[in-house]
């Protein structure tokens, strides 16, 4: 196969067009496909060129990402950016009557300045709330109506003030109850105010912002029952009007799991749903989910196993590729974290090395595969 050299004088478009249709095929390509790539390195094209004509690929920023580093490969690569955690009521509301935007106004701007589209993340998670915010002065529980005019002065506030910037909203997160017997979780939001929590936030979302795009947002969508809740809570919603655009999947997975049939069975489910679709924090561990066989795994990898990077190059090809034949559902793909220097699952003595960049911020042989389209 011809191999083609890219200089500075290509506009990157062309050689992302070109790479595309040369680099493609056999495995016995893939070494000249990413020798091609490594080339390009140096010009300004990263996985949103390659991407262009599928979804914004995104990833979720902390101040951190500010530094010189981490702020040129996110330019490079993305397009599209959630703040990790900086929009979270706790981070923002910090005491009654006191917001403090100014961490998070820093990567508002870094954002604007660059071109990157920014979700918002999130408006209301049980997870994420101060002691006092669902408290009076003197320390009494709020009941339903005095929460309800909180949440809405809150949603106000933060909708109000990005209203130029944030398309989309995660509005809820993790409202649905990941117990096999319980439907809307039994957060103190849905205890005192009732499951309609949920409609008066995705309510008060639009009276503040009618155009901005309104997402629910959850983990656990490959097992079917959790699934099964969720689709019923979006029907509901749907069912009342309540003004609710798409379904954003978080995408906490592992090189164990989901499987290609999974996936296809999540997404199958839940395109029926007609909203726009999003995964919105990506990432594929190195070591599954639950303790106990995340020790068992890692010891396996401490000793050696050649196969895991292997594994999770599979994986991410095989959900990439997915991704891409869903791609008239699918309105964009954000990473959690952004490369494998920093990523919230690690502990010291456990690195998950879930993303596409290793821990010196250069791509890794799984990036490759996934900007391969066989
Ligand atoms: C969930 C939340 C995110 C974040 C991650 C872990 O998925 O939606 O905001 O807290 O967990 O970092």
């Known amino acids: 196969m011809k191999k083609v050299k890219f200089s500075y004088k290509f506009p990157s478009i062309i050689s992302v067009f070109l790479l595309a249709i040369i680099g493609c095929g056999s495995s016995n390509n893939r070494a000249s496909f990413k020798t091609n790539l490594a080339n390009t390195d140096t010009i300004n094209s ?112 933060m909708v109000n003030r990005y209203k130029n910037t944030i398309y989309a909203w995660d509005v809820v997160n993790e409202a649905i109850s990941n117990e096999p017997k319980e439907y ?107 303790n106990k066989e995340r020790e068992k795994k890692a010891l396996l990898l401490l000793k050696g196993n050649p196969n895991q990077e292997e594994l999770q190059a599979k994986q991410y090809e095989m959900i990439f590729s997915v991704l891409r034949e869903y791609k008239k559902y699918i309105t964009g793909v954000t990473f959690w974290n952004v490369s494998d220097y920093y990523s919230w699952m690690d502990k010291p003595s456990i690195k998950h090395r879930p993303l596409l960049f290793d821990e010196d911020f250069k791509r890794k042989d799984v990036y490759f595969r996934v900007i391969d389209f066989k």
């Open 46 to 157: 990263g996985m949103k060129d390659f991407y262009l004509d599928y979804f914004p690929i995104g990833a979720s920023i902390a101040p951190r990402s500010l530094n010189d580093q981490e702020s040129r490969l996110i330019k490079k690569e993305f397009n599209s950016v959630t703040l990790e955690y900086l929009l979270q009521l706790k981070h923002v509301y910090k005491e009654p009557g006191y917001y403090d935007f100014e961490a998070a106004d820093k990567l508002i701007d870094f954002a604007k300045d660059n071109n990157l589209k920014v979700r918002g993340h999130s408006l209301c998670w049980h997870d994420q709330v101060p002691e006092w915010y669902i408290k009076d002065k003197s320390g009494n529980i709020l009941n339903r109506e005095q929460l309800l005019a909180r949440h809405k002065n809150h949603v106000e506030t």
């Open 184 to 290: 809307i979780e039994k957060s103190p939001f849905q205890q005192i105010i009732g499951d309609d929590y949920i409609a008066k936030m995705f309510e008060y979302a639009n009276q503040s912002d009618p155009s901005a795009k309104l997402f629910y947002n959850d983990n656990n969508y490959i097992n079917p029952k959790k699934r099964k809740k969720i689709i019923r809570l979006v029907n509901a919603l749907k069912k009342s009007n309540i003004p609710i655009h798409g379904i954003g999947i978080q995408g906490h997975w592992s090189i164990y799991g989901p499987t290609e049939k999974e996936l296809r069975e999540t997404l199958d489910d839940i395109t029926k749903l007609g909203l726009e679709i999003q995964i919105t924090e990506l990432d594929v561990s190195l070591h599954p989910k639950n």
